[in-house]
């Protein structure tokens, strides 16, 4: 040990050259491996449609993932698509993509909301209400998304209102947009179809067995208390521990 000593304050000056060096290229070693993994990418085509003012449009879209199996874009092969908060539903399976950030909102947990991530996943499967919130999936219950605008979309079957009464039942996954307070765009997946009615004043609410929401105020009823829906930007994202 002692001679090992001596040999290092004997050559310091030659050592922490070689040292510092060293350091460098471990560091330069480990930055360029995240550089390649993040910067990864897998592009898949994938059969999609989406409902713009009450027309379907079928199209090719160009799913992108990096290393980490997050989708990190969404383009149209052969269609110019302008992307807003408008699901894009897969033609094949009960899988919707978001591409735009979403805020999950739990009724019956006292309100509470968190931001689910631009091109995040939904698929009904086995039953369960899948969420993939970037690398996190997990299923989920009683809950519903809002893009902070004015779309609204239901996992599960949902009733209409319109000023009180009955307007129609559609089923999960499917979704309610308001356009500037005085037309609104419904789609009803179970039928794959999509309208487009003009309010005119007419407040609009959601309700089933364990949400009520007003869509027209944009609040929804927990416990007998009104819960503002805010924008999700402002949110904590989903997490493991909901």
Known sequence: MEKIIAFCKKNYKVLIPVMVVFVLLVALYFLYREYR????????????????????????AIVTYNLKD??????????????????????????????SEMNAVFPLQEGSQYKVYK???????????MIKNNTNEKDYNYFFL???KGLFFFPS???????????????????IKTIGGYTMEIYDKGTD????????????????????????????????RKILLVNPYNLNSLNWQI
């Open 70 to 99: 997050i989708i990190v874009s969404v383009d149209a092969k052969d269609k110019k698509i302008d992307y807003d908060s408008t699901p894009i539903y897969y033609k094949d399976s009960d899988k919707v993509i978001f591409p």
């Open 119 to 129: 091109y995040s996943i939904y698929e009904y499967r086995d039953n369960l209400h």
């Open 37 to 60: 993994y993040d910067n990864y990418r897998n592009k898949q085509d994938v059969k999609v449609y989406q409902y713009f003012g009450g027309i379907k449009t079928d199209y090719t």
């Open 193 to 224: 179809t999509s309208e487009v009615i003009e309010l005119n004043g007419r407040s609009v609410s959601v309700v089933n067995d364990s949400m009520e929401v007003n869509i027209t105020e944009r609040y929804v009823l927990s416990f007998g």
């Open 146 to 148: 809002f893009d902070g």
């Open 157 to 175: 079957d949902v009733t209409i209102k319109i000023d009180e009464k009955d307007y129609k039942n559609i089923t999960g996954m499917s979704y």
